[in-house]
């Protein structure tokens, strides 16, 4: 069955690095695009990054760009996104997303409901003193 984990959350201090990862199994990830989204209590879900199934072409959203970094590792089956510099309101529960499909990653990030048919469970990143 097609499954994504996203693994690599928790409580980390203001200024500090968490990487999360996003683990696939049961397709090659190496086909599909992948998003990192975040949803803090009342508030929308967010596109934070993501990247192109046919490159390496990458987005960001203003909030975390120069701070993170999406990246892959095929031989794991594996995306990460490594976040440096870390503030409060980077404080939300973390998702990654897979789409089959070859969609530039600003559009996959900006509108994710209608390209992502697969979603992980999501992980817990809380930035506080």
């Known amino acids: 069955q097609v499954q994504l984990v996203e693994s690599g959350g928790g409580l980390v201090q203001p200024g500090g690095s968490l990487r999360l990862s996003c683990a696939a199994s049961?397709?090659?990830?190496?086909?599909?695009?992948i998003g990192w989204f975040r949803q803090a209590p009342g508030k929308e879900r967010e596109g934070v990054s993501c990247?192109?199934?046919?490159?390496?072409?990458?987005y960001y959203s203003d909030s975390v760009k120069g701070r993170f970094t999406i990246s892959r590792d095929n031989a794991k089956n594996t995306v990460y996104l490594q976040m440096n510099n870390l503030k409060p309101e980077d404080t939300a529960v973390y998702s990654c997303?897979?789409?089959?499909?070859?969609?530039?990653?600003?559009?996959?990030?900006?509108?994710?409901?209608?390209?992502?048919?697969?979603w992980g469970q999501g992980t817990q990143v809380t930035v506080s003193s």
């Open positions: 049961g397709f090659n990830l190496d086909y599909y695009a």
């Open positions: 997303a897979a789409e089959v499909h070859d969609i530039p990653p600003s559009l996959l990030c900006s509108d994710p409901r209608k390209y992502f048919g697969a």
């Open positions: 990247i192109s199934s046919s490159n390496s072409s990458t």
